[in-house]
């Protein structure tokens, strides 16, 4: 195409999108992803799958342009959705020098000893579930409860003996029901917002209807697969894992300061970036105190007087992570984690999902789809599978959490209302579909962030996030039972027609 057929293109108002069109990039997306799971297994997310993910957004671009979107506004649009996931890519590069410097501080290797001491594997999953479930609602993030106890967790199940992919799922099962019932989480604050006419409160008391059998429901899952779980570590073996352990990490209740800063910072509602850099920082402080020797010894470098060799030891957790060298190759490859260029392959991941979810938003692609779904509601049962699909399939196709919350939430609250549903309706099936799933998916902003912080790749702690595989499931019960499907009284069922106008997103017709 000659620049000047695609400066009049530019020119020209834009096409309402078939539902073709739409389908278009979606098809190509799923089609790429899978073609790059085929060809390297779960090895894709080291390259090949972020490479699919920007080959589909050239595909919405074009198609997009096809409609009359011009390429700079396309361009913008993309740059327009990758700024908006700036803060999360900020949050996982502090995550990477958290778990850098915790490992030198002897934080994590602390954890690890007194969970080992304290946890057994007859119930250790189910363990991990209350503990995280405990953890995400006192600080109101899943991620902050994964980078901190649940890097800790899948190292102790190495130790132990138990397997950490279990360990995952069990990890994210219970930081999502806590992230979820806290109102210090943003998702919480926002989806009840966005719904309108509904207090973070009557949210989350709605919530625990769904949300309660289903952490219930895991926590019986993990229980029983705990107590038949095939230990594949002697207690001997053990032992001598914890004895390397004390001789290589000064190991002190001292450690633990920097998780109890973490904790403080999250309750005060300090930026989640800060609280999390903050301590990154003070764990390397605390290391050339607690563990003197072993940060001259990982900053090796003769040349330099103690001090800066303290220094640079800081430097180099914080950066590239730290590196065990305790000569036990178990032991030395559960410690030697984080660093911010550990997630640089993950935010490669995010800026490519983020992209192609905005372009498809920006041509009107998502609203096609959601909007076809929507006609085909009748029921009640129908209209939260509707909701629930919509936001999964968010979550797939936009890779982002918050799309999958706000586009349903602002697209369904009008019908839900002309319904007679009150409010708490809508939010809790937003909240149990959009922001639960988004964590199983790997190209998801939620998904990609887990799979850096864990070490262990979505599709191998998929099966085990029983939690967030349920949650959706008793939703749509509820919805076809009728169960907690609250409406307004008779006199207030029918809203006027100005009020639904009120309730539609701007913008909209």
Not at 192 to 198: F, N, R, S
Not at 210 to 220: D, K, N, Q
Not at 335 to 355: N, P
Not at 364 to 388: D, H, P
Request: charged share 10%; glycine share 10%; hydrophobic share 50%.
């Amino acid at each position: 195409m000659t620049p000047e057929a695609i400066e009049n293109n530019g020119d020209a108002q834009p096409r309402t999108p078939s539902l073709l069109d739409a389908l278009i990039p979606v098809i190509a997306l799923i089609g790429l992803i899978a073609f790059s799971v085929y060809l390297f297994g779960i090895d894709s997310t080291n390259g090949p799958l972020q490479v699919s993910i920007f080959t589909a957004l050239m595909v919405a671009g074009l198609v997009a342009h096809k409609n009359g979107h011009p390429y700079a506004q396309l361009g913008e649009a993309a740059i327009g959705g990758i700024s908006t996931a700036m803060g999360a890519i900020f949050i996982l590069l502090a995550v990477g020098a958290l778990i850098g410097t915790w490992n030198m501080s002897g934080t994590i290797p602390t954890i690890v000893d007194y969970g080992i001491r304290v946890l057994n594997p007859a119930w250790f999953y189910a363990a991990v579930a209350i503990i995280c479930a405990v953890t995400g609602a006192i600080t109101g993030s899943s991620w902050t409860t994964s980078g901190t106890l649940g890097v800790a967790f899948v190292g102790m199940a190495k130790v132990i003996g138990v397997d950490p992919t279990i360990t995952a799922g069990a990890v994210i099962s219970g930081g999502y029901f806590g992230d979820k019932m806290s109102p210090l989480s943003e998702t919480t604050i926002l989806t009840p917002t966005l719904v309108g006419g509904l207090t973070t409160g009557n949210h989350i008391r709605s919530m625990i209807w769904t949300t309660g059998p289903s952490i219930l429901i895991a926590l019986v899952i993990f229980l029983i697969i705990s107590l038949n779980e095939n230990v594949t570590t002697t207690s001997s073996q053990v032992d001598e894992a914890q004895a390397i352990l004390q001789q290589s990490f000064h190991i002190t209740p001292f450690n633990l300061l920097p998780l109890v800063l973490l904790i403080g910072l999250s309750v005060k509602k300090f930026p989640a970036f800060l609280s999390i850099f903050l301590t990154a920082i003070f764990s390397g402080a605390l290391a050339t105190i607690t563990q003197h020797d072993l940060v001259i010894r990982f900053a090796n470098d003769p040349s330099l007087s103690e001090p800066m060799a303290l220094i640079k030891g800081i430097y180099a957790a914080m950066a590239t992570g730290y590196v065990s060298n305790t000569g036990n190759a178990g032991i030395d490859s559960l410690f030697s984690r984080g660093g911010m260029s550990s997630m640089l392959l993950t935010v490669w991941l995010i800026l490519g999902a983020l992209g192609f979810g905005a372009i498809m938003e920006h041509a009107g692609f998502l609203n096609r789809l959601v909007q076809g779904v929507l006609a085909k509601a009748r029921s009640g049962g129908a209209l939260v599978a509707t909701v629930i699909g919509t936001a999964i399939g968010l979550n797939i196709i936009a890779a982002d959490q918050y799309i999958a919350i706000v586009l349903p939430a602002r697209t369904f609250r009008a019908e839900f209302k002309r319904r007679g549903y009150q409010p708490q309706v809508l939010s809790r099936t937003v909240e149990d579909s959009g922001t639960i799933t988004s964590v199983l998916i790997p190209w998801n902003s939620c998904g990609a962030y887990h799979t850096g912080v864990l070490g262990i790749s979505t599709f191998d702690y998929f099966p085990y996030c029983f939690f967030n595989l349920v949650n959706p499931i008793i939703s749509l019960i509820y919805g076809f039972t009728g169960f907690r499907m609250e409406k307004y009284p008779p006199g207030e069922a029918a809203a006027t027609e100005e009020g639904l106008a009120a309730l539609q997103p701007a913008g909209e017709d």
